[in-house]
């Protein structure tokens, strides 16, 4: 059971650590140069500080929000198939847990 229990752990630092890069940005953040990623992410250890050298535009907050989106998917389809993987060799090979 430890194995599952870290991949899991390993699949959550990497999507707290990518969304810290891509967080969710509001669009009354439009016009701003400077912004700071989510306060959670900075809490758990992914402090991130954005510095843009032209104002943002909604096209760019857009982009950034697909872009977070697509990674909160990934992290749907990644976290099925390890769940999968491990119900699988539960199911056919319960000895090894």
């Known amino acids: 059971m430890t194995d599952i229990l870290k991949e899991l752990d390993e699949l959550m630092l990497k999507l707290k650590n990518t969304r810290a890069y891509f967080p969710f940005i509001p669009s009354s953040f439009e016009g701003k140069t400077e912004i700071e990623t989510a306060p959670f992410y900075s809490k758990v250890g992914f402090s991130v500080f954005f510095k843009f050298d032209k104002p943002l535009t909604i096209e ?34 319960p000895q090894v847990y």
């Not at 929000?65 to 199911?91: C, D, K, P, S, W």
């Open 60 to 93: 760019q907050i857009n982009k950034n929000n697909e872009l977070g989106h697509f990674i909160n998917q990934n992290f749907v389809v990644r976290l099925y198939a390890m769940l999968e993987t491990h119900l699988e060799v539960l199911l056919y090979n």
